[in-house]
């Protein structure tokens, strides 16, 4: 194929994604006096961070003095089903309040308590109320305040850019990148002595989902076939709580903030179920009967949080038994409650856009019935393998931060850990990424060959006479991973599914695009399948190497938790055009810090501050 023009850019550090992750990076390395760039998908502003509603999780102790640092890493290390990398979640936890009090300084407007410290909300699987919020909008405002310090910073950004592969000089250092403009169609090629990849997650290859139309996994993608590693692709999230009628707003989420405000979980017949679903894991601190439950606000001294709070990975379990078992509401769901939990002024004011998404989406009146909700995927703890301090990848100057870095989460994230994740995880990226830009004297010519490559293989799909309709493999994609590779799975369904990959990879191939590249949403999509195939095959490999459930990995035909597979990371890999999975040892954590995980005395005794300010 004949050469493609393209515009070229050179520069310290290229942070791929603009979302929290992404932002935070960006910042941190402009303040380090990188010549920085930021490229996203979409628009600046509107990246998926702004989905996340209910808080961002840190031990600030401002309703709970007795909060701490260990505690949020025991809950995360527990949530997680001690599959976490324990150095991440011990920086997590240590960071997480010096993030967010930074954010309050750069002018993020939080909730507040009577005394004007940031208001804390409970969530799933947290043993204080810990998560900072701005009602139901905290991932808005967020994307809002790191934007407006990055504008400020000066920040270039590259708006409407898709990143199709890593550049590599010949000692296997990443130094550069080619994407192109979506809506012109232009190529455009960076240089870079440090690369992050903030790119998010991966939620469109499944059916329903609460993921925007950017997540199709294109960091992870890019990643791997730089030669990197990835870890715990089988431990996909689905939130238990996602709209589920009408159809056109099916897996749309709905907020853990609901439930964190007082909602109650009920099947067909008005019975609040979750009193059934109590893990042994979290029965010493989760109430056992409806009158516990219901005192969780009130009798703080012998603080039971209700099971609806329990882990998301352990509530959508419990959802799926009640729908199975043909308890389930009339769109094959369950009913959230909080209509008769709070008063519609309560509701309006603390959880704003679920009021106005079910108005509007559902016509129904959340202050006066229950709403139908049923799991939906969300969230992939999986990714690319780091290191845990600066978040370098196993290949030389390529970083991950955020979801598209494995690790942090374990087998299951709680909810929350998410933004804070963001913030701590994104500003060590930029910072390391910022000091090997510095430091290195690393040669950044790109090969022309290797450019021409990218750019014919990215236009092929427009010489494919009489190939598939990339839409059309996109939909047996989703069917796919969502029947087989979704929230409960089984060996047979799960080699049936590795069957079909390998079919729609060899198809994907041939797909073609027609008209040209300007505006070309079917050729976005071709590119866009080969990110989402890759993800699809490392989570179905790894969901069959991984023989238990844990966390966001269930197994039909392995019901139980193997303690020896706790041990071990299922690290997948891509090399000569194949994608493999292998088991290996997973870092051992200090008995300093596997003695926190046990920690419960003591806790709990205390009254808290008022639960907010009107």
């Known amino acids: 194929m004949a050469s493609v023009d393209y515009e070229r850019h050179d520069y310290d550090v290229l942070v791929i994604g603009a ?100 208001l804390q909300r409970d969530f799933g699987g947290h043993r204080y109320a810990r998560l900072a919020h701005v009602g139901d909008r905290t991932g808005l405002e967020l994307i809002r305040t790191t934007q407006q310090r990055a504008v400020g910073l000066g920040i270039d950004v590259y708006m409407e850019l898709k990143i199709v592969r890593l550049l590599k000089n010949d000692s296997g250092e990443v130094i550069g990148a080619v994407g192109f403009y979506r809506d012109k169609g232009n190529f455009v090629v960076f240089s870079a002595k440090s690369i992050v990849l903030a790119t998010g997650g991966v939620g469109k290859s499944w059916k329903f989902t609460s993921n925007s139309w950017e997540s199709t996994g294109d960091g992870h993608a890019l990643a791997l076939w730089a030669g990197a590693d990835a870890i715990e692709m089988e431990c996909v ?63 703080k001294v012998n603080y039971r949080r209700p099971p609806e709070l329990l882990p998301r990975d352990e509530v959508a379990r419990a959802i799926n038994s009640e729908v199975k078992a043909g308890r389930g509401s009339p769109h094959g769901g369950v009913f959230l409650d909080i209509a008769s939990r709070r008063s519609p002024e309560y509701i309006k004011r603390r959880l704003p856009s679920m009021y106005h998404q079910f108005k509007q989406l559902a016509d129904v009146d959340i202050t006066a019935v229950p709403m139908e909700i049923g799991p939906t995927c969300h969230y992939i703890m999986g990714g690319i393998r780091v290191d845990a301090d600066t978040e370098e990848t196993a290949v030389a100057g390529l970083f991950a931060a955020g979801e598209v870095a494995g690790g942090m989460h374990g087998a299951n994230r709680l909810g929350g ?20 830009a510095k430091a290195s004297s690393v040669e950044t010519t790109l090969s022309e060959a290797q450019i021409k490559e990218v750019i014919d293989h990215a236009t092929s799909f427009f010489a494919n006479e009489g190939g598939e309709n990339p839409y059309d493999l996109h939909h047996e994609l989703q069917e796919t991973m969502q029947n087989l590779v979704g929230i409960i799975r089984t060996e047979s369904e799960l080699i049936e599914a590795k069957e079909k990959l390998a079919e729609l990879g060899e198809r994907a191939k041939k797909v073609t695009a027609t008209g040209g590249r300007e505006f070309n949403p079917g050729w976005h999509l071709a590119l866009d399948l080969e990110s989402m195939l890759a993800v699809a095959n490392c989570t179905t490999l790894s969901a069959i190497e991984r023989k238990e459930s844990r966390g966001g990995h269930t197994r039909d035909d392995y019901p139980k938790a193997d303690p020896e597979l706790e041990k071990v990371n299922m690290v997948s890999r891509y090399r000569e055009g194949n994608y493999s999975v292998t088991p290996e040892p997973k870092p051992e954590m200090p008995p300093e810090l596997m003695a926190l995980i046990e920690l419960s005395e003591g806790e709990g005794k205390s009254a808290p501050a008022k639960e907010e300010s009107k």
């Open 417 to 436: 850990n998410s933004l804070s994740d963001l913030l701590v995880f994104g500003r060590r990226a930029g910072l390391a990424a910022a000091e090997r």
């Open 237 to 299: 999230q689905f939130h238990p709580t996602g709209m589920i009628w009408p159809t056109s707003a099916r897996g749309l989420l709905v907020t853990e903030g609901v439930r964190g405000d007082g909602g109650v979980l009920k099947n067909s017949e008005g019975e609040r179920f979750m009193f059934n679903y109590i893990s042994p894991y979290f029965k010493d601190e989760t109430a056992e009967t409806i009158e516990e439950g219901d005192k969780w606000y009130e009798d």
């Open 19 to 118: 979302g929290g992750a992404g932002m935070r990076a960006a910042i941190e390395s402009l303040e380090q006096g990188c010549r920085t760039a930021l490229v996203c998908k979409s628009l600046f502003g509107k990246a998926h961070t702004v989905m996340a509603e209910g808080g961002m999780a840190a031990a600030l102790g401002n309703v709970w003095p007795e909060d701490n640092w260990q505690v949020h890493f025991r809950d995360t290390m527990r949530g997680g089903k001690m599959l976490n990398n324990w150095r991440m979640a011990q920086l997590h936890a240590q960071e997480a309040p010096d993030r967010v009090l930074e954010l309050e300084a750069w002018g993020a407007l939080f909730d507040r308590t009577p005394d004007g410290r940031i």
